[in-house]
């Protein structure tokens, strides 16, 4: 590998990654993060009985919630689950990075830091994912623990330490079905065609496949019988039919792989040529839209069942795990279509097509409520001041609550998006505000505006 290409690809991975470890230093509580240390006195257990009762099934996403600092009479050291997380992030990956093939240590660095960066550079919303607790525990969590159980899938295929891979696969699906019920039909799905190619391949029946299977229909048991699910579905209700649910499924789908997945696409093929990549995958794969097909099937179950469950647009944290989901398979279908079709262009291409990616994503508004690229995003919270700011904005809000009861603060102004997901609002009944003033020992607090 060229040491030029090397050095370059480090410090490009670099730019995108720091910002993000960066802004963590000034991540605070937001959102509903406070309403989880609400009756922290009580035992973890009785707590989790709770929620499972009255708010939702997610045993594994509460868990890390009435755990964290809050819950210990703190507000600091949120930026440390953002840390924690993209360094999960990263052994994921190099885990299945070597599932593929990819032995030469050094590429393996780079590529991996690579994927962090292409998800970090197209992810919906950067504050759902590594900034809010609640999301990043929720979704990016169990995304990440996505990628280690379909490592453990694969080597249990391959008969790779069968026992250990199986314990790890169970584990995995144990958090996964904790947090995400998108994420356990996905892995149901998966385990299902492995154990039908397993069997097809071998002539024998594979338990390893048949336990984790009893497993994930275990969790959806768990997950339907919840009181918890029937309540928090009761919230929002619109009327849609299922023509209605599809065809705005449908635009989901597009809508990510339109703006999105080509680019992730197109980066992943660069990010092949610049280090000149070989992975033991293409010959195992002989028709690529098989892949293609596959995650889009996936995506479109995903956009129906959670659509038709909260009978709107799912929020941007779901898109940010069907993209995640997504961007697995881009990686393989990029490498297949790279090295069967694209290997031998020559570099003028490679030059135009990183050229053209630079300008679409730079200068095309990313959604419907941030025209800024997540990049810019990152860098203009940073050098604007607004960051800092913020925390000057916060620490100076907490010394006015030291001395009231019944607080009304001011509003938070020039607001980092990157990291600020929702502040208190001007209404004290709001249970944010509520929360928030239960957890500072006051009787309510309230904005200014």
Not at 170 to 197: K, Q, R
Not at 380 to 406: P, T
Request: positive net charge; charged residues 15%.
């Amino acid at each position: 590998m060229n040491k030029n290409n090397f050095g370059l690809l480090f410090l490009v991975n670099l730019i995108v990654i720091l910002p993000v470890l960066y802004l963590s230093i000034y991540n605070y509580p937001s959102s509903d993060d406070f309403s989880y240390a609400i009756d922290s006195h009580k035992g973890f257990m009785e707590r989790q009985i709770w929620h499972y009762n009255n708010w939702g099934s997610r045993y594994m996403a509460t868990a890390f919630l009435i755990t964290s600092p809050l819950n210990f009479g703190s507000d600091q050291y949120f930026g440390l689950y953002t840390f924690a997380f993209i360094m999960l992030f990263y052994f994921a990956n190099h885990r299945i990075l070597k599932d593929v093939g990819m032995e030469d240590k050094r590429k393996r660095f780079v590529v991996n830091l690579s994927i962090i960066s292409v998800y970090t550079l197209l992810q919906t919303s950067l504050v759902e994912n590594y900034f809010w607790l609640a999301g990043s525990a929720t979704y990016f969590l169990p995304s990440i623990l996505f990628i280690f159980y379909i490592s453990c899938l694969k080597r249990i295929f391959s008969h790779q330490k069968v026992l250990l891979n199986s314990f790890f696969a169970i584990n995995s699906m144990l958090i996964i079905g904790g947090c995400s019920e998108l994420l356990v039909g996905f892995s149901g799905i998966i385990t299902g065609i492995l154990f039908i190619f397993y069997f097809i391949k071998n002539k024998k029946i594979n338990y390893s496949y048949i336990i984790l299977i009893l497993l994930i229909i275990g969790l959806f048991l768990f997950v339907y019988l919840s009181p918890g699910n029937e309540v928090r579905g009761q919230i929002q209700k619109a009327e849609l039919s299922l023509m209605d649910v599809a065809f705005m499924s449908i635009n989901k789908v597009v809508v990510i792989n339109i703006r999105y997945l080509v680019v992730g696409f197109i980066l992943f093929v660069l990010l092949f040529k610049t280090l000149n990549v070989r992975l033991t995958i293409n010959n195992k794969i002989k028709h690529p839209i098989y892949i293609f097909v596959f995650y889009n099937f996936l995506l479109f179950i995903g956009s129906f069942i959670t659509i038709y469950k909260l009978t709107y647009y799912y929020p941007p944290r779901v898109e940010n795990l069907l993209l995640f989901v997504s961007l697995i398979f881009i990686f393989l279908l990029s490498y297949i279509f790279y090295e069967r079709y694209f290997v031998n262009l020559k570099n003028i291409y490679y030059f135009i097509s990183g050229v053209a990616v630079c300008l679409v994503y730079f200068c095309i508004p990313k959604n419907s409520f941030q025209r800024e690229s997540n990049l810019q995003l990152l860098y203009s919270d940073i050098f604007s001041g607004r960051a800092k700011e913020y925390m000057e904005q916060i620490n100076e809000r907490k010394q006015l609550i030291k001395h009231c009861d019944e607080c009304t603060v001011p509003a938070i102004k020039n607001a980092p998006r990157s990291i600020l997901f929702k502040d208190i609002t001007s209404d004290k009944h709001h249970y944010i505000n509520t929360s928030a003033a239960h957890f500072y020992q006051i009787k309510s607090i309230k904005t200014d505006e």
